[in-house]
């Protein structure tokens, strides 16, 4: 992701497509980040990349056990992060990962498909010299603490900034930085080749573009650059940074490792009169990626290849520091109305922000709010005349899973549905939101309008 981004963000979900045609067998998946007040609950999130979009990857920035849960039972492939800060503990006895691994993975596996995890985000680029010396020996203690309890369908692996790279230009001369490439990505490199996975990066040409190379970074017809040293000539900055990461691996020895994508994007919305960044742009630059990841043409050094590309974000997070631009990277609006036509909505449709006249609306409690404010709501609702709390109550129907997040939203909703189910009956002193996907899961069934 963007470096100050990978600072600010916690909670990313991750795009994979496999071919082009979405409609019929494609798998996709967007960076799920929650640095906002005014997103929907993680149960109603899943619920609607499951029923309203071809989205079946997600991948967390951390492990968190609520949007875990949220996505049991949808057959949505979930990929969650251990924290930087962990990396060293890690690295020495191995029951520091079992024990991880068995909180944050056992108590949700098989019911949530979590098939990947990741070891940290954009470590080199931190530059904590103590995760990075440890970062190695860490993965393989993760690994092999999957395999010790049996949950050996289970990845690991770690994203990089394309900070690694020492020189990029052109491709050919791609290398990791100076002492790390010996020292650090050699090793970690072959780490990747024993255990098959993929080595991670995010790349951003949105970071490189300027008006006489916007045609370059979102795959328009230009006149392209040319690489004397291997004769290849590029049509787009994307394969451009992706050979220079190459060339940087072959240098050491290891061309032969998969290199996947972990973070890649568009802003929609950036300070006003900002050349190349409009919902047009980020259209423009997510569609032309993935024609081209998954046409199987692959990349002038890396022919006939498609790559498992993650696609930056899922929301417009409200709360991120920094330029216009870090608050709208999102493929959706909080209230789950699409910013643009990305193609992935199962139904089509572009960025209105309209809902069709009639369509039910539900009131569920906003991500991030205080376990006192969630409380306090539940007390409400349940002492006020005409709403039925028995569902949330130990043995019913919602009593599971049982968190405040979850019983919050299920009584905010019941009261929203026995009021004239206006807006401003869904506020609750700003913890509440309008959703006009259904929160109902399993047995659990939300009242509707």
């Not at 496999?18 to 980040?33: I, K, M, T």
């Not at 394309?162 to 090793?187: C, E, H, K, M, Q």
């Amino acid at each position: 992701m963007p470096t100050s981004m990978a600072i600010a963000s916690t909670l990313f979900l991750c795009i994979y497509v496999s071919v082009f045609n979405l409609a019929h067998s494609a798998f996709v998946g967007v960076n799920y980040g929650t640095l906002a007040n005014n997103l929907p609950p993680p149960s109603v999130v899943a619920n609607f990349l499951k029923t309203k979009t071809y989205v079946n990857h997600v991948k967390l920035f951390d492990a968190n056990p609520d949007v875990i849960r949220a996505f049991a039972n949808t057959q949505i492939s979930l990929v969650i992060t251990v924290p930087n800060g962990l990396i060293p503990s890690f690295a020495g006895a191995q029951s520091v990962s079992v024990d991880w691994v068995k909180s944050n993975v056992v108590p949700f596996y098989p019911s949530t498909n979590i098939t990947l995890i990741l070891l940290g985000n954009e470590v080199m680029y931190n530059k904590d010299k103590n995760q990075i010396a440890h970062l190695v020996p860490a993965l393989w203690k993760l690994n092999s603490a999957l395999k010790s309890l049996k949950l050996t369908h289970i990845r690991v692996s770690t994203p990089h900034s394309l900070g690694i790279l020492v020189a990029s230009n052109p491709p050919s001369t791609g290398r990791f930085r100076r002492v790390y490439d010996r020292v650090i990505f050699a090793p970690l490199l072959d780490y990747h080749r024993k255990t098959k996975t993929a080595f991670i990066v995010n790349p951003y040409p949105y970071f490189g573009y300027s008006h006489s190379t916007i045609d370059f970074a979102m795959f328009k017809k230009n006149a392209g650059v040319h690489d004397a040293r291997t004769g290849k000539t590029y049509t787009n900055m994307f394969d451009y940074l992706m050979d220079a990461v190459h060339s940087a691996a072959k240098r050491l020895g290891y061309g032969d490792v998969e290199i996947a994508v972990g973070e890649t994007g568009w802003p929609s919305k950036g300070k006003p009169g900002q050349f190349g960044v409009s919902s047009e742009d980020a259209r423009t630059y997510n569609t032309n990626l993935l024609k081209h990841v998954n046409s199987g043409k692959g990349t002038p050094l890396m022919p006939n290849r498609n790559f498992d590309t993650y696609i930056f974000a899922l929301f417009n997070e409200n709360l991120k520091p920094g330029p216009i631009a870090e608050r709208n990277w999102g493929l959706f609006n909080a209230d789950l109305t699409p910013v643009y036509d990305a193609g992935i909505m199962r139904t089509g449709g572009g960025g209105t922000g309209t809902r069709a006249h009639g369509e039910s609306k539900w009131c569920v409690a906003k991500l991030g709010i205080s376990a006192t404010a969630l409380q306090a709501n539940i007390d409400y609702v349940c002492s006020t005349t005409g709403v039925d709390c028995r569902a949330i109550q130990m043995g019913g129907a919602c009593f599971q899973p049982n968190t405040l997040q979850s019983h919050a939203s299920y009584a905010m909703n019941a009261y929203y549905q026995s009021t004239a189910r206006n807006d401003f009956n869904c506020d609750f002193s700003n913890s509440a939101v309008i959703t006009t996907t259904d929160p109902s899961y399993n047995g659990c069934r939300y009242q509707a309008s």
